[in-house]
């Protein structure tokens, strides 16, 4: 039974920054492709990240190139999210995802955390 559990939500100001940490329990977790998504009031879920298992392979959203920054560390079983120059619409619940291959569709992940929430305010 693979487990994913979020931390690191929390309260920031524009521009500033957060760290994003999902931690996973069960199965080999160099073999999943990793990914974080997020959802925001009233709107539908959103591709964020993701990364393979051996951490060779990223993939961004747009609206988060070159601001946000995806990694993992297989000796922790650790998946992060760096999230760097907050923008107000980055507000949302984020979630990370574990499946059998890295993608950027939601519907390619088998296991889902509960959450975390970010909220960025100026």
């Known amino acids: 039974q693979v487990q994913v559990v979020e931390s690191g939500g929390g309260s920031v100001q524009t521009g500033g920054s957060l760290r994003l940490s999902c931690a996973v329990s069960g199965g080999t977790f160099n073999s999943y492709g990793a990914g974080w998504f997020r959802q925001a009031p009233g709107k539908d879920r959103e591709f964020v990240a993701a990364?393979?298992?051996?951490?060779?392979?990223?993939y961004y959203g747009d609206s988060v190139k070159g601001r946000l920054t995806i990694s993992r560390d297989n000796a922790k079983n650790t998946v992060y999210l760096q999230m760097n120059s907050l923008k107000l619409e980055d507000t949302a619940v984020y979630y990370c995802a574990l499946g059998r291959w890295v993608a950027t569709k939601a519907e390619a992940y088998n296991y889902w955390g509960q959450g975390t929430q970010v909220t960025v305010s100026s």
């Open positions: 990364i393979s298992g051996s951490g060779d392979s990223k």
